[in-house]
């Protein structure tokens, strides 16, 4: 929907706060402008009523002067028509309330203003009523004067002003808006450009990766990051169908023993023992299924967190011993001398035993499948700051350090030749990196090829 895009929402925030700001700015200027146009006014109408104050001073029989027919007009001031100016009237009362002058002009409205009329008023007071303006004075003993003129014409300038004022408010409105738009666009060109390549690349080319070359920083960033999430799916991508394509090769092989095995078998009658041999190697190819059936199945629940950890407090150098106990048989008909270094004291952790056993299991059948004749395998329990671990080194035929990085992946072999020993899927260490991982733990390993290997699980140490 339009009113939902990101750029029609730029322009209208960016619309309603120019009309805002030029309101604003426009009612101010009226405001200032009438005022300013009102004091010059009230200066106007205060010089024009303290001359009149004067004249009524001057003819007061009450202060002992001669009262004489009154002048309409002051000499400046009221009645004046200077260019452009309306006329200045003004009605003077006496103290009685009686009028005592007025100009012809006056308006026959004209009151005195009621505060006015006490005397207790000194300074003028400014009025506006309908299209006049109106000061009005009250002499100490009495008289009050009310001095006005018409504002008809500066009431015409102020509509005309206002109007003026509103013409350049829109067309800088409009000229503010033409430019925010193509602002905007110029400012979304960018997004638009990720958004393509982000759907060229989810369309299937997940090796492309988007251009940050010529985009503002801040766009750059986020397409780095976009950047490196369709790297971690192509990755991911690659992964999957590399293990899709192991667990096929891996499972193919024993199949086409099972077929060559029976096709042979089959092909005419046999002795018994070539039936019996031929049934043994099929039994030997469906063993080899399972466990690789097996374990990519551990490793699929281990990974979906299907398979809930039965947490229990073990001492770790026990379990060491334990599952050291299990391997001996194995290690003793390879020819291998298997020793374990009992820690001084238990090494407590919350484990699965069960789990952290196959684990053990594991790393043994390693050091023992990859050690050499003749070879050595140390089991060693102990703790290290907040961690404790348990240690299987070998003297076997170590490992070139470029594939140690990728030596836990699934179905990853160093020797990359799928003859490899017997019972061993490639999925081992894939398996025991997840248990660990799924305790809070971490696996690592040091390995110097002719030499031997050194694989470390650490786990989390619990209180004793
Ligand atoms: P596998 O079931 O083939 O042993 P793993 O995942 O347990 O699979 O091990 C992956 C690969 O790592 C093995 O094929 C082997 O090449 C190498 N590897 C594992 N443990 C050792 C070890 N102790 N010494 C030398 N190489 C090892």
């Not at 018409?150 to 808006?177: Q, W």
């Not at 076997?396 to 072999?413: K, N, T």
């Not at 003859?419 to 809070?440: E, K, Y």
Request: net charge neutral; aromatic share 6%.
């Amino acid at each position: 929907m339009v009113f939902r895009s990101l750029r029609w929402q730029l322009q209208v925030w960016h619309a309603l706060l120019l009309v805002v700001v030029l309101a604003g700015f426009g009612a101010t200027a009226c405001q200032l402008q009438r005022a300013s146009r009102f004091r010059e006014i009230d200066r106007e109408l205060d010089s024009a009523g303290l001359e009149i104050l004067r004249f009524i001073r001057e003819n007061d029989p009450a202060r002992g002067r001669p009262p004489g027919p009154p002048p309409r007009r002051p000499r400046t001031g009221p009645g004046r028509e200077s260019a452009g100016r309306a006329p200045i009237w003004y009605v003077a009362w006496g103290r009685d309330g009686l009028e005592l002058d007025r100009t012809a002009d006056a308006p026959a409205d004209v009151k005195p203003p009621a505060a006015s009329i006490d005397g207790s008023q000194r300074r003028s007071v400014h009025r506006t009523r309908g299209q006049f303006r109106e000061a009005s004075f009250t002499t100490p003993p009495g008289e009050v004067v009310v001095v006005g003129r018409s504002i008809e014409a500066d009431l015409a300038d102020f509509s005309r002003f206002a109007v003026g004022l509103t013409a350049a408010g829109l067309a800088v409105l409009a000229a503010a808006l033409a430019i925010g738009a193509w602002l905007a666009g110029r400012a979304m060109r960018p997004l638009q450009q990720i958004g393509a390549s982000a759907r060229r690349i989810a369309a299937g080319s997940h090796s492309d990766r988007i251009e940050t070359a010529g985009l503002p920083e801040e766009l750059a960033s986020l397409a780095t990051v976009l950047n490196e999430g369709f790297a971690q799916i192509e990755e991911t991508l690659v992964r999957q169908r590399q293990f899709t394509a192991d667990a096929s090769h891996e499972l193919r092989t024993p199949v086409s023993v099972v077929l060559a095995q029976t096709q042979a078998a089959l092909a005419r009658p046999r002795q018994e023992a070539e039936y019996r041999n031929a049934l043994e190697a099929c039994q030997r190819s469906a063993q080899r299924m399972r466990r690789l059936v097996e374990s990519l199945l551990t490793l699929a629940r281990l990974e979906s967190g299907e398979e809930p950890l039965h947490l229990q407090p073990v001492d770790l150098n026990q379990l060491a011993a334990e599952s050291t106990e299990a391997v001996q048989p194995l290690a003793l008909g390879a020819g291998l001398v298997l020793r374990f270094e009992s820690s001084a004291s238990p090494v407590p952790v919350r484990v699965d035993p069960d789990r952290l056993g196959q684990v053990l299991l594991n790393l043994l059948g390693n050091a023992v499948a990859y050690n050499r004749p003749g070879g050595s395998i140390t089991v060693s329990a102990g703790t290290s700051g907040a961690e404790a671990f348990v240690r299987v080194s070998d003297t076997g035929i170590g490992i070139a350090p470029e594939h140690l990085p990728r030596l836990f992946e699934r179905f990853y072999r160093v020797d990359d030749s799928r003859s490899n020993p017997r019972g061993h899927t490639g999925l081992g260490l894939a398996i025991s990196q997840q248990i660990l991982l799924q305790h809070g733990g971490r696996i690592t390993v040091e390995s110097e090829p002719g030499q031997g290997s050194v694989f470390t699980a650490w786990l989390n140490r619990s209180a004793a």
